[in-house]
């Protein structure tokens, strides 16, 4: 017999029971067993790099115009110049007192720019080296032109290897040949250079080392020095034009100027006759002043 049971009712639970839910330690994380990583730190800054309100002395000597000057306090320095135009450097730090300067930001960048220039200069006037590749095989014309161009290289002043290979799978030399094609290279090549390390024979290659002649060197390095000149010219000649430029621009701005002045004295001169003429013809007609 099927027994229906009634339906299950929830009932409210008065009093609620905490049951602890267990939580799983947090894990952390190994201590590293190298040992411990050093503190990255700033370089220390050259004893002659602060400058201005940066120097770290409160009481310095200033190079004057003839010799250092006794004592003083820094900031009594630093409030007698612009730090748009100048700025106060530490020349030695050795002494007793800090010595410092006042330098012109103008001068001091034109040294830097002259600086610049003459390293420029030594760059181009210095020697590098350069490799010509030639084949045995060559065809004379080829030949030819790779004995200009190792020419070229030491009228420039630069040292130059010519060496010679065997072109791959190309028919081999025979040894007088070689001989021949070396020899017309040398005698080319010594017009305008000398060899400064003996030939390199090592199988089938053959490699010539030569430096440019002395002479050669320094009539690069004359050419070097008058262009550079020439264009030091030119750029100042073209800096005083400017400047004649300028000036001749302000002077006439100036006679502009005067000459508008000029005019409005003229103008209230004349201004001033007419107001004077007007009162004396009212006087002689019996008005009275007239305003």
Same mark, same amino acid.
């Given at each position: ?60 000597? @200033? ?30 730090? /050795? ?22 220039? *003459? ?13 010509? $590749?030639?084949?045995?095989?060559? #065809?004379?014309?080829? @030949? ?13 002043? /630069? =040292?130059?290897?010519?060496?010679? #290979? ?10 007088? $040949?070689?001989?021949?094609?070396? #020899? ?9 250079? *000398? ?5 390199? *024979? ?68 004349? =201004? /001033? ?17 007239? =305003?």
């Amino acid at each position: 017999m099927l027994v229906l049971r009634p339906p299950m009712t929830l009932r409210a639970i008065s009093h609620a029971r905490l049951i602890p839910i267990p939580i799983p330690p947090i894990l952390s994380r190994p201590a590293s067993s190298g040992p411990p990583r050093p503190r990255q730190t700033q370089p220390a800054a050259h004893p002659l790099s602060y400058r201005d309100s940066s120097i770290p002395h409160s009481v310095v000597r @200033l190079i004057g115009p003839e010799g250092l000057l006794p004592p003083q306090r820094l900031s009594s320095i630093l409030s007698t110049y612009s730090t748009s135009t100048h700025t106060l450097t530490l020349v030695s730090v /050795d002494g007793e007192y800090p010595v410092v300067k006042l330098v012109s930001k103008a001068e001091e960048r034109d040294r830097e720019k002259e600086k610049e220039e *003459k390293s420029k200069v030594k760059r181009k006037i210095s020697m590098e080296e350069k490799e010509v $590749q030639v084949s045995w095989q060559s #065809a004379k014309g080829d @030949l030819g032109h790779k004995l200009e161009m190792a020419k070229g290289i030491l009228e420039k002043g /630069d =040292r130059v290897q010519v060496v010679f #290979a065997n072109r791959r799978r190309a028919e081999p030399v025979s040894e007088r $040949q070689k001989d021949e094609i070396v #020899a017309m290279f040398q005698g080319i090549l010594e017009e305008v250079g *000398k060899k400064w390390k003996e030939d390199d *024979k090592n199988r089938g290659l053959w490699v010539l080392y030569y430096n440019p002649l002395d002479s050669v060197r320094q009539e690069v390095e004359k050419k070097v020095l008058e262009a550079e000149q020439a264009k030091k010219e030119e750029k100042e000649k073209a800096k005083q034009e400017k400047l004649e430029a300028r000036r001749k621009k302000e002077e006439r701005r100036r006679q502009r100027a005067e000459e508008m002045e000029k005019e409005k004295a003229e103008e209230a001169a004349r =201004r /001033d006759e007419e107001y004077q003429r007007r009162i004396a013809n009212s006087r002689k007609s019996g008005f009275g002043g007239w =305003r």
